[in-house]
């Protein structure tokens, strides 16, 4: 089993920046894939940035050059950095953690980006 508690998110204003973090707790040896995904009202999950624990990322088309996902694999956390926030970006975010070929999600934190 694996408890994702997620801080950050809130209001900010387009161009402006936030940090998302994610701390992992139960008990496993390690996490293969951790990452952020989000949902807009209206539409459906999709996916943010992920990272491997050796270290390869992967992220949305519309985040990349904007967003950077990172991870301390000892505290098992994994941080989302925003920067040149967009209305767009406006959304629920997620943690996700991948165990065993078993998705775990967290609770959601709120990003609202005005205009």
């Known amino acids: 089993q694996v408890q994702l508690v997620e801080s950050g998110g809130g209001l900010v204003q387009a161009g402006g920046s936030l940090g998302l973090s994610c701390a992992a707790s139960?008990?496993?040896?390690?996490?293969?894939?951790m990452g952020w995904y989000r949902q807009a009202p209206g539409k459906q999950r999709e996916l943010v940035a992920v990272?491997?624990?050796?270290?390869?990322?992967n992220y949305a088309d519309s985040v990349k050059g904007r967003f950077t996902i990172s991870r301390n694999n000892a505290k098992n956390t994994v941080y989302l950095q925003m920067n040149s926030l967009k209305p767009e970006d406006t959304a629920v975010y997620y943690c996700?953690?991948?165990?065993?070929?078993?998705?775990?999600w967290g609770q959601g934190t709120r990003v609202t980006v005005s205009s």
């Open positions: 990272i491997s624990s050796p270290g390869s990322t």
């Open positions: 996700n953690a991948v165990l065993v070929g078993v998705d775990y």
């Open positions: 139960g008990t496993f040896f390690s996490i293969r894939v």
